[in-house]
């Protein structure tokens, strides 16, 4: 049975806007929580070429409700001319984290 929490993924050039997109997201609670995982490689077609960059990826746990919201933002404050924004379904997990969730992002 699928939730109402989705799992955003976003890649950043750098730790640091990373750091601020994170740090935005949650004070304003688009986000419950954000993981930064620094050292990703990205292998990528751009300009009709094939690019590889080193990016920090996003991984960030919010609602369905605050999509929309989440997204506009990350458009505004990302460095990107196009940036990565991933919505993935929450299918089940643990209740109590779940509802954490929802607390957090103003869902309930």
Same mark, same amino acid.
């Given at each position: 049975? #699928?939730?109402?929490?989705?799992?955003?993924?976003?890649?950043?050039?750098?730790?640091?806007? /990373? $750091?601020?997109? /994170?740090? $935005?997201?949650? #004070?304003?609670?688009?986000?419950?929580?954000?993981?930064?995982?620094? @050292?990703?490689?990205? =292998?990528?077609r751009w300009d009709d070429a094939v690019q590889t960059a080193?990016?920090?990826?996003?991984?960030?746990?919010? @609602?369905?409700a605050c999509y929309a919201a989440l997204e506009e933002t990350?458009? #505004? +404050?990302?460095?990107?001319?196009?940036?990565?924004?991933?919505?993935?379904? =929450?299918? $089940?997990?643990? /209740?109590?984290?779940?509802?954490? +969730?929802? $607390?957090?992002?103003?869902?309930?």
């Amino acid at each position: 049975m #699928a939730t109402d929490a989705l799992l955003v993924l976003c890649t950043c050039p750098d730790v640091e806007s /990373a $750091q601020r997109i /994170a740090h $935005q997201l949650v #004070a304003s609670r688009l986000a419950a929580c954000v993981n930064l995982l620094p @050292g990703l490689t990205s =292998v990528y077609r751009w300009d009709d070429a094939v690019q590889t960059a080193e990016e920090t990826l996003l991984l960030v746990k919010t @609602g369905r409700a605050c999509y929309a919201a989440l997204e506009e933002t990350l458009r #505004a +404050i990302h460095p990107y001319e196009l940036p990565e924004i991933v919505a993935l379904p =929450v299918e $089940q997990g643990l /209740a109590g984290y779940l509802d954490w +969730i929802r $607390q957090c992002t103003n869902l309930s």
